[in-house]
């Protein structure tokens, strides 16, 4: 599991890519990994959205969107976060990617299957 540090190190090194960029779509192969919404829930109520901010509580991480909601993300045990372009290719433990308006993706890559992601207003 990522010790408070690395979950702060992460916060801070999403902020420069992510902060003002536009959610365009959420794709999915795990549907455990989404605890509340629905797969189809979450998309529809956070597409279109902006980042903007992303912070830290205890080991969640808290992404405050445009709209008032918050996606968070807790990477549990081998959970990792990452921005790259649209155009890479997926590695196979992948399991959660969020579209941005630039081209570019957030990748949930969780080797273990146990990091969870919330939307709550």
Known sequence: MPELPEVE?????????LLGQTITDVWNDWPSAIVTPTLDELRVRITGCTIQAINRRAKYLVFNLSDGENLIIHLKMSGHLAVVDADMPRHKHVHT??????GRELRFKDMRKFGRVYLVH
């Open 9 to 17: 190190t992460t916060v801070r090194a999403l902020r420069g890519p």
């Open 97 to 102: 990617v969020f579209s941005l308006a630039n």
